[in-house]
């Protein structure tokens, strides 16, 4: 069966900071016509960064839309035109204040694709060496942990690591 | 540090037939104030059902913020008050005909904490057995596939499974 949808009409209904919010009346493969509403985001980035061969670094931060702090890997968001190797390399960065040399594409995964379009590439760093720490965006603030993998392996079993990227991550590198 | 936003004022932007967006300006752990965007998400569950002991249930689907067909596992919307576990066993029969009394809860991901409240529970179903298939919501078209755990792990590997609860829930049964 041709899954694929066709957009028949569309309304901008909000174009934000960081999201643009649309609405679309699109045809189904049946030929009926139902509503999409999708949010557009621009992607973002996340770094399994290795202290040493078996520690892995967090950042905890707190997330206001389940006002709740949580435990994720250094991550953020892609800036237009920017080279997402760099993104890697600028947030990790400015969340740790962690620098490398030696940074491998892991791959990338959709966040939510059922109303986003928010890609999260995520990439391995190794051999850090200390960059200058706080540099984070001015409204951004977190505190910076260190976990073995054992440890991560044990937190996301328990619920304590809970961010879809971040337990993503540690498969690919299984 | 205390990372917590206290919210000094909010505007509703969108209430939609799944999300609803707000803005809020909040107070920063510094003083400062900031804009958030948050979308609400009824949230969902995902169901990594097991047709033998190595072969897995996905459904092919197009989506419209990527306009591309992706594989998934079974997952769905929480409907309004609705046990999640009753979610899951709805989701698995109406996207794939089978159900299941062997159902197992595995953990919970939140799907982008950055902008949005969405988490997607995941569950393992086993003993799976004909239910009546063709009973979709009426703007939702799938395709049934098979995979073997060998498979899986392949396709994550090379970027064909690009969906992260799915990628998630692989993470729970390692």
């Known amino acids: 069966m041709d899954l694929a949808e066709k957009t028949i009409s569309e309304e901008t209904i909000y174009e934000g900071k960081i999201i643009k919010l649309r609405k679309q009346k699109v045809v189904l493969p049946n030929?009926?016509?139902?509503?999409?509403?999708?949010?557009?985001?621009?992607?973002?980035?996340?770094?399994?960064?290795?202290?040493?061969?078996?520690?892995?670094?967090?950042?905890?931060?707190?997330?206001?839309?389940?006002?709740?702090v949580t435990l994720e890997l250094?991550?953020?968001?892609?800036?237009?035109?920017?080279?997402?190797?760099?993104t890697a390399?600028?947030?990790?960065?400015?969340?740790?204040?962690?620098k490398s040399n030696d940074i491998t594409y892991l791959g990338?995964?959709?966040?939510s694709p059922g109303f986003c379009d928010e890609y999260i590439h995520i990439f391995k760093a190794e051999n850090l060496y200390n960059g200058k720490a706080g540099c984070l965006d001015e409204d951004e603030f977190?505190?910076?942990?260190?976990?073995?993998?054992?440890?991560?392996?044990k937190m996301i079993k328990e619920g304590i690591i809970e961010d879809a990227k971040t337990i993503c991550a540690f498969g690919y590198i299984r």
């Open 74 to 86: 250094p991550a953020g968001k892609i800036e237009k035109g920017e080279d997402i190797k760099l």
């Open 31 to 68: 030929g009926n016509t139902a509503d999409r509403e999708i949010v557009n985001h621009p992607g973002g980035v996340a770094i399994l960064a290795f202290k040493d061969e078996n520690t892995v670094i967090f950042v905890e931060q707190y997330r206001k839309p389940i006002d709740k």
């Open 142 to 153: 977190v505190n910076v942990h260190y976990h073995s993998l054992e440890e991560v392996q």
């Open 108 to 111: 990338k995964v959709l966040a």
């Open 89 to 98: 390399l600028r947030e990790l960065e400015e969340e740790t204040g962690y």
